[in-house]
């Protein structure tokens, strides 16, 4: 469960990664087409893996590759739509001792910067916020663009206890690991 919401914020940062505000230059625009896309977490239980992924959530993608500085992703995930792929999971999750979606609605992930690393390789420096808990966290992720298309692939690992995820009984790695690995597979359209 705290590797969920690890996920959720991890899923947050990769979509950062494909958005770019303007600023002087008015880097391109693109909306997210949430149909063929995915903010999804992995994490373990009792040394079995599991899949989660958030249903909603919305990202504001300005991106130009030839721009990065001028380029920012913002991503706001509704923590309430977690879905760990097992009831007594997707019970506990809203909790207090989870994500607490009565106090923290939501998790952002805000980019504050992008580095091509060649080819279709990239790192997005972000603000992840969870329980109104920040870190700096670097998103590795691959873009493609083939026309007004692109196409994102990331994943992000970070720490539930980093963000109060997973308290009180929960507190130790025993049964859920405090790791959780965040993936985004995101599909936008120039412009919107």
């Known amino acids: 469960m705290n590797q969920r919401i690890r ?3 991890a899923a947050a940062a990769i979509a950062a990664i494909v958005a770019g505000t303007t600023a002087a230059h008015a880097a391109d625009t693109w909306t997210v087409n949430y149909d063929e896309s995915r903010l999804g977490f992995i994490g373990l239980q009792g040394g079995d893996e599991f899949t989660g992924h958030f249903g909603v959530w919305e990202a504001e993608i300005a991106f130009d590759p030839t721009d990065l500085e001028n380029s920012s992703v913002v991503v706001t995930i509704a923590t309430e739509s977690a879905d760990a792929g097992a009831s007594q999971r997707n019970d506990l999750l809203p ?38 808990m920040t870190h700096q966290v670097v998103l590795p992720f691959s873009l ?8 994102v692939s990331g994943e992000l690992e970070i720490l539930r206890t980093d963000y109060n995820v997973g308290i009180g009984q929960w507190a130790s790695a025993d049964p859920v690991a405090f790791e959780v690995r965040v993936t985004v597979d995101l599909t936008a359209q120039r412009g919107g």
């Open 7 to 9: 996920a959720g914020c």
């Open 95 to 132: 909790g207090s001792e989870w994500f607490d979606v009565g106090a923290h609605p939501q998790a952002r992930f805000v980019t504050t910067g992008f580095t091509h690393l060649g080819g279709t390789d990239y790192e997005a420096a972000a603000e992840l916020t969870i329980r109104d």
């Open 144 to 151: 493609v663009i083939d026309g007004d298309t692109a196409k």
